[in-house]
């Protein structure tokens, strides 16, 4: 075990498909501080990555599916946890999802479905992960969630993706509230766009990777590293003060007016 500044900490993660997942960069962070983790997948499509990632933060390393639309799976998952683990320190919640007729065309034409879904994956499954989380994070801890400028400002085809992640970022704040007491910080990781697997599922995606690039105070997108980096602060105890709060890792484009 390397020695680091999360040595001795469990973390659940949540949402690597791949290794261009921001699951797998807040990972790879959290693995070179020192920390052990237990990786989720969510069906077998992505099981193989999953398992072949997870080798390389250690032979043992904990793999189990969780789909997070279900209450069973999110259940079992927790068991799992419990029997592998004994405790939690460290929550990563990097998933989202939205039916791809919702990502183009206009917002006023998403269905009740759609509206329905995006948020039951994108939101609400933080508040399920973090109830069942939170019994088993005994020296307190941190939570840590993606979201997105769409939760604030009107960013064409982001549609009900927006909605959903400023449904996430209020749930941050009240999860926040609840679990203050317990000495866990819940936050938010708002990131610029990096390019992933769910982010080629937004229509005009290039467009708006180069539209930051060409417009953000730092003239160039993000990098992947660089959202670990902040996902290894929040975790640590550089954020032992800040709790639900959304930080902006985004070139700094959202201060921009025009
Ligand atoms: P990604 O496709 O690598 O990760 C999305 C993850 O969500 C996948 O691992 C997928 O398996 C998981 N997922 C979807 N539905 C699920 C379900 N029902 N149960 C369990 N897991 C499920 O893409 P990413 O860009 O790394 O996305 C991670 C997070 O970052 C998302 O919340 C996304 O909205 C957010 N984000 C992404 C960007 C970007 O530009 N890529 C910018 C800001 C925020």
């Given at each position: 075990m390397s020695e680091g500044i999360l040595s001795g900490r469990v973390g659940v993660v949540f949402g690597v498909a791949n290794k261009r997942s921001i699951a797998w960069a807040i990972a790879q962070a959290w693995v070179a501080a020192g920390a052990r983790l237990i990786f989720n997948y969510q069906g077998e499509r992505v099981r193989g990555n999953v398992e072949e990632l997870a080798a390389a933060c250690g032979p043992d390393t904990p793999v189990a599916q969780c789909d997070v639309s279900r209450d069973d799976e999110i259940a079992g998952f927790f068991d799992f946890v419990r029997s592998s683990a004994g405790r939690v320190d460290l929550l990563l919640h990097s998933v989202a999802f939205a039916p791809?007729?919702?990502?183009?065309?206009?917002?006023?034409?998403?269905t009740r479905q759609a509206f329905a879904v995006a948020h039951d994956i994108s939101a609400y499954s933080l508040v399920a992960v973090s109830r069942a989380a939170a019994p088993l994070m005994t020296d307190g801890g941190s939570i840590v969630t993606l979201s997105y400028y769409g939760a604030e400002k009107v960013v064409p085809h982001y549609n009900v993706m927006g909605v959903a992640k400023a449904s996430l970022e209020a749930s941050v704040r009240y999860l926040a509230h609840d679990l203050g007491p317990q000495r866990i910080r819940v936050n938010a990781i708002s990131a610029g766009p990096v390019n992933t697997l769910a982010a080629r599922g937004i229509s005009g995606f290039m467009e708006m990777y180069k539209h930051y690039e060409a417009h953000a105070p730092l003239r160039r997108n993000v990098t992947l590293e660089e959202v670990g980096q902040t996902g290894l602060f929040l975790a640590?105890?550089?954020?032992?003060?800040?709790?639900g709060q959304t930080i902006y890792v985004d070139s700094g484009y959202s201060v921009m007016g025009m």
């Open positions: 791809r007729e919702a990502l183009e065309g206009r917002f006023i034409d998403t640590s105890d550089g954020g032992a003060g800040i709790t």
